[in-house]
DNA sequence: ATGGATCTGTTCATATATCAACACAATGAT
DNA sequence: ATCATTGTGTTGATATATGAACAGATCCAT
């Protein structure tokens, strides 16, 4: 891809997370974004329709990258296939407490983020042993989803008291445990 | 001018000023700067002659913003009118402690930096008085000079140990003095 | 010294970003 | 209601950045 529409698509999606993070979304104008991204405004249209649609894919992109790295993570323990996760949501702060958080936010960006969970969790279920006999699948993994999003939720919000990596192993045990 | 000239010059800019906080300015290469900016390397060709042009536009820049600052500034009290150059050298303290430091750095900043205070101390020397009537502009000039670079250099390699309020203050008070 | 590898400076065709201008819609104050 | 203001989405001409390729220079190990 060609570096400049990198860097423009940085630098708008960027400043559409810094705005958010200001003030509610329906307030903010195409010509807020071009400003904060040092771009012109009618650069915006050779790359989205709209605000709705730079949010969208903003939301996608890293929906997509959580996705690739549960690939990349498979065939390891919880414990630490977690770690690059925690990592990631801590390098995007500003991101998630920012899609968590608003509430003017469109095409909630939690449920979004659920049912990318829920379907990374298909085929985690142990159908090996028994102990998961008396449990349907739509349970377990609504159970384990919601359950790992909200830990998620709770420990952006608050600021992200432990490092990734202590995260990533307490989680893990608890994932472990339920599937 | 054109927003993508000033975000290319600027990143090119940044990007020297990380690159000589790193390795000797003979050893940085044309490519380097352009991956470190994130720039077509030919782009540089652009703007510049050759890296050497690049680092003596950057030195200009600074040298000529520093400029402005004085004749924005004059008709205030020393201590005041010294306060927005320190915030200047804060702001700019990657740059100015590479510069200072740098011992690779092909035509020495520090003289670039001494002549540009000398021109603008000119003129404010106490001719009003007859306190100064024995000494001569020259060396009036020199060592107020000097000493006003000294302290900077000072102050940016001992990491700023004071706010620029501060200095800017007990500066202020000594240049006074001497003037 | 010789050859391979890296760096340099330049060129070209092409892709992208810019600015100014436009018509239109939405908003808000009088 | 109306008018001025602000925001939207689009267009066209132009400026700048890009990538690839080139020839020559420099460097370095053999």
Chains 1, 2 share one sequence.
């Not at 990198?6 to 810094?18: C, G, N, S, Y």
């Not at 699948?137 to 952006?156: N, P, R, S």
Request: with cysteine; proline share 3%; glycine share 6%.
């Amino acid at each position: 891809m060609d570096r400049r529409i990198m860097k423009t698509q940085e630098a708008l999606k960027k400043a559409v997370i810094e705005l958010m993070s200001e003030k509610n979304f329906d307030e903010i104008t195409i010509q807020d974004i071009a400003d904060r991204a040092n771009v012109n405004r009618g650069t915006i249209y050779l790359h989205y329709q709209d605000k709705y649609d730079l949010l969208d894919k903003l939301i996608e992109t890293h929906i997509n990258e959580l996705g690739e790295m549960g690939e990349w993570a498979c065939e390891l323990e919880w414990a630490e296939a977690l770690v690059p996760y925690f990592e990631y949501f801590e390098r995007n702060y500003l991101f998630f407490s920012t899609m968590l958080a608003s509430k003017g936010t469109p095409s909630s960006f939690r449920t979004r983020l659920l049912s990318s969970f829920i379907e990374g969790f298909k085929g985690e279920i142990d159908r090996a042993s028994d102990r998961n006999q008396a449990i349907n699948d739509d349970v377990m993994l609504q159970f384990t989803g919601t359950a790992y999003v909200g830990v998620i939720e709770w420990w952006i919000k608050n600021g992200m008291p432990y490092p990734p990596q202590e995260m990533a192993k307490q989680v893990g045990a608890l994932l472990g445990r339920s599937f």
